[in-house]
């Protein structure tokens, strides 16, 4: 390849790179401030009480102008589903990552 031409890909390779290392940095960051705040939503999803509140609710026993997004059948299943595949996805690319440098991570980060 011309060097001029490798030089202009590399520097293409570089911006969008760092781009979406930053923006990943801030949504991970985002994601673990998020944390405890998705285990209490998985717990009063998973443990019961979601039902009984989506059951009032069905009943009319909550006030008309009470925001209750949270109880829409969808909304929690797929911020949960949502979650698990972001964590998949994490774990594929540490795990090519750590493949692919055959070791537990970059001579630089080392």
Known sequence: MDPIKR?????????????AVRHTDAALSELLLAK?????????Y?????????????AGLFPEDLR????SEDAMYDLLSDRDEVVRKMRSFLNEEKEESG??????TE
Do not use: I, P, Q, S
């Open 36 to 44: 405890e705040g998705l285990r209490e939503l998985e717990a009063y």
């Open 103 to 108: 070791e537990e991570g970059h001579a630089l």
């Open 46 to 58: 998973c443990d019961g009480e979601w039902m009984e509140d989506f059951r009032r609710d069905e």
């Open 7 to 19: 030089v202009e890909r590399m520097e293409e390779l570089l911006n969008a790179a760092a781009k």
């Open 68 to 71: 209750r997004g949270v109880l």
